[in-house]
């Protein structure tokens, strides 16, 4: 059974609302939790935006209770989930920020979010866990209305390429010129190529996303929140990989070869009913991305304020035109696909970020669209999952909690592959090409 003592879930719920200041960065800091009941109509800007729904799913959803082990304790931040070609587990660490420079929280009416060289890539296999890239930058909270270190914005993704090269997106969740005016750290907003692991801080920057965005805006809002990036997680597909850019709207493209950046696809916001009842331009806020073994593109959705329950939605990409391929989730974080074609996503908060509740879900997706919510109990805001060689899953768990975060490895048996033309049989969910695996044979993101 999972326990956590009531100081601990309250220090979780006091960073819910903190944790749009990574995905919806562009949410005025004065619209707080606590605040909502003084909401007067604002325009949010979140990270991607889609247009309308083809279709809404309506199905039952079975519930099943899986165990979990701990396998890692103690990180800073655990963002994004991979496995390596050495068929070890990678995990970005946000990092804790530190005393350096400092930016205000997008999100929280004042809090401030301050730098710290405190971003880590931790590996985890044969019972230990090793931080074997260090000195990454990170930004989080210091003297500030939330606890000092959490809310960070640092390494959020490690993918790798065929050779075994490693890539690392760092964040900003912030207007890029705030990284070269007030914070001075050039390694924000960027994809890295680390250049070795074995703990020190050595890296190259690749692809400057941050200066995409402001030198491009594709969404071209120029309102409530104007130009802002803030790289999440990536997947690597041949000598190209795939990020989400949660500040900036958009999907871009980095040629691992040259580091440039081209834009993939922009996300349009849609309307919502806000809290006072009235309408609000909700944005989409992309949170992960996979390549099918249909070629296809899947990127998943956070959706920003009001953060509404089965709104978020899985677009698939084809011809760079998003379409929605699933939706009737709520504030989805990552996505895997199995060897044996199911879909696995993770919900950062299942009753809404605004809920204060810091429950995830861990959810099955059958060819067939039948969902399975495999666990519930003891996922505290969640915020990436990876498929081991062996089908097993690991889970980033209290992704938002210097020192607190975890590693999960959950109990549950993956099916064998089942045939891809069962795939074909989905139209009930508006496309005809089976799913395929977001995860190779060693685990990764990335499709060669």
Known sequence: MF??????????????????SHLNSRLERA????????????????????????????????????????????????RGLTFGLDEALYVAEAGRG?????????????????????????????????????????????????????????????????????????????DPANRDTLLGISDFGQILAIDDLNGTPSWTQLADLALYEQDNNPDGDLGSGGVNTNPFYMTVRGETALAVDAGGNDLLSVDLNTGEVSLEAVFPARDVPAPDGETISMQSVPSS?????????????????????????????????????????????DLAFAP?????????????????????????????????????????????????????IYISNQGFLQGEGEVLRVETSIPEPTSLLCWFGIAVWGVSSQLGSKNTQTGRRSQP
């Open 31 to 78: 619209l707080a939790v606590r605040d909502l009941q003084e909401w007067s109509g604002r325009t949010i800007k979140p990270l991607l935006i889609i247009g309308t729904s083809l279709l809404a799913i309506a199905s039952t959803q079975e519930v099943k209770a899986a165990n979990f082990t701990v396998v890692a304790s103690g990180l800073d931040g655990p």
């Open 98 to 174: 530190g005393e350096g420079s400092c930016i205000p929280s997008p999100s929280i009416q004042g809090a401030i979010l301050c730098y710290g060289s405190t971003g880590a890539i931790s590996k985890i296999g044969n019972g230990t866990v090793e931080r074997v890239v260090t000195g990454l930058p990170s930004v989080a909270s210091l003297n500030s209305v939330i606890p000092d270190g959490s809310d960070a914005s640092g390494p959020h993704d490690i993918q790798f390429d065929a050779n075994g090269t490693a890539y690392v997106t760092t964040g900003l969740a912030s």
């Open 289 to 333: 991305v996979a390549v099918g073994l249909d070629g296809a593109v899947y990127v998943s959705e956070l959706t920003g304020f009001p953060f509404p329950q089965q709104e978020a939605k899985i677009y698939r990409l084809d011809d760079g035109t998003p379409e929605i391929f699933l939706d009737g989730f709520t504030n989805l974080i």
């Open 3 to 20: 326990n956590r003592s009531k100081s601990d879930l309250n220090q979780i719920q006091s960073l819910n609302t903190g944790i749009v």
């Open 340 to 392: 044996s074609g199911d879909l696995y996503v993770l919900e950062y908060a299942t009753n809404s970020v605004l809920s204060e509740d810091p429950t995830g879900a861990l959810i099955q997706i059958k060819p067939n669209g039948g969902r399975t919510t495999i666990l519930s109990e003891g996922l505290l805001n969640p915020t990436a999952l990876a498929i081991a060689p062996d089908n097993s």
